[in-house]
């Protein structure tokens, strides 16, 4: 006897294939591949069932861990997810823009080369100010990429006491 994984579908169209399950909405699509052979998939009226073949622990945590990536991709394309980082400096003042596909920080900590970060695609990015808000269907490219921000702009080799440069996550997806 297996669990079952109940997944409520809800303004969304979903299709199962043996490879990936796509779900649209109002904002957007999103793919999620299919990796394991051992996963069932059942769709049932507005219910997804997800059951794994056998009982034990490993096959409970993919199968648990899909139905929970399920309900964050309806989420997603019901209602973008967002995220806020705020550029913070404290000895030389830094700039943000936004040009193409890219994230450019000029000046930050007195450096003459910018520091350049490329947008992930399905990705939306804006910037007010020292304010930047990301916004997308996958919650996982949003976080992704506004982890990857943050990574790239602190100061290194420096004292972290005295040197609080950077660009910080404030919002989380």
Request: glycine share 6%.
């Amino acid at each position: 006897m297996s669990t079952k994984f109940k997944v409520e579908l809800s303004n969304v169209d979903v299709e199962v294939t043996k490879e990936s399950i796509n779900v649209k909405g109002k904002e957007g699509q999103v793919s999620l591949p299919l990796v394991h052979p051992f996963l069932k998939i059942e769709r049932k009226d507005n219910t997804l069932f997800i059951e794994a073949d056998k009982d034990n622990k490993f096959q409970k945590a993919i199968a648990g861990t899909l139905a929970a990536q399920i309900k964050n991709t309806i989420k997603g394309v019901n209602e973008l997810y967002t995220a806020e980082l705020e550029l913070v400096y404290m000895h030389f003042p830094a700039s943000l823009k936004l040009t193409g596909n890219k994230i450019i920080i000029e000046d930050f900590v007195g450096e003459r080369k910018p520091r350049e970060i490329s947008i992930l695609e399905g990705v939306k990015a804006e910037i007010k100010g020292n304010k930047i808000f990301l916004s997308g269907v996958d919650k996982y490219k949003v976080g992704q990429l506004a982890g990857t921000i943050e990574s790239k702009i602190q100061v290194k080799n420096k004292d972290r006491r005295v040197f609080k440069d950077g660009v910080f996550i404030t919002k989380k997806p």
